[in-house]
């Protein structure tokens, strides 16, 4: 099983609309969550943390389930600037300079 | 807003030719880490480093590669011979914390071409 399981898509979806992506990822010692944007052939950028309770920043909300091993990333209303690939990342051990592990992004295009 | 810069932008080596990829991280910070994504795939953990010294590196990170903090402000990795398969974007971050909620800034990224 791939450590963080992320569906590629692409989501293809009208401006306003709302879209839902959610990840896997295998090892239960995960200690902390991230959601990352990465635009093509750019650097990957912090879009929000994920907290057990659950976290809203604007437009966007992100879920962890820990029983589940399951991460979810919501936008709504979708804008045309939210088109890029967003980027399931896990911290896996949680010690100084330890690693992300990334996913490998679920693409999103918003039309007009 | 600070930021993580890397250069060169953009470089082309042969075959076996020696690399180093340049970075500054973001002045306050503590904890450096150099990623890779090669074209089409997810961004790979290369090493972290911390006080000086690796904290964790991945299997990619093998005996051709080193990290280098050579004075108080850039960061680099050296390839020592590259190979094709090393062609990919190079990302630096850096953090204030290490680990747990710290999350990392990225650098703009250096695309190393090998042929």
């Known amino acids: 099983r791939k450590e963080v399981e992320q569906d590629p898509g692409p989501f293809n979806v009208p401006e306003g609309a709302t879209v839902a992506f959610n990840c896997t990822y295998s090892n239960s010692a995960s200690q902390s969550f991230f959601w990352y944007r990465q635009d093509c052939r750019k650097e990957p950028k912090l879009l929000m943390s994920v907290y057990s309770s659950g976290n809203e920043d604007g437009r966007f909300t992100a879920q962890l389930n820990r029983a589940s091993q399951y991460i979810s990333l919501l936008i709504r209303d979708s804008k045309l600037s939210d088109s890029a690939t967003y980027l399931c990342?896990?911290?896996?051990?949680?010690?100084?300079?330890?690693?992300?592990?990334f996913g490998k992004g679920t693409t999103l295009s918003v039309s007009s | 807003e600070p930021e993580v810069t890397q250069t060169p932008s953009h470089q082309v080596t042969q075959m076996g030719q020696e690399v180093i990829l340049r970075c500054v991280p973001i002045s306050n910070h503590l904890y450096f880490y150099w990623y890779r994504q090669i074209l089409g795939q997810k961004v790979e953990f290369l090493v972290s480093?911390?006080?000086?010294?690796?904290?964790?590196k991945s299997e990619i990170f093998d005996d051709q590669f080193s990290v280098e903090r050579p004075d108080g402000s850039n960061f680099t990795l050296k390839i020592r011979s590259t190979k094709l398969e090393d062609s990919a974007m190079y990302f630096c971050?850096?953090?204030?914390?290490?680990?747990?909620?710290?999350?990392?800034?990225f650098g703009n990224g250096t695309r190393l071409t090998v042929t």
């Open positions: 971050a850096s953090s204030d914390q290490g680990g747990q909620l710290s999350p990392l800034h």
């Open positions: 990342v896990v911290n896996v051990r949680g010690g100084a300079g330890t690693a992300l592990i």
């Open positions: 480093f911390y006080n000086n010294e690796i904290s964790e």
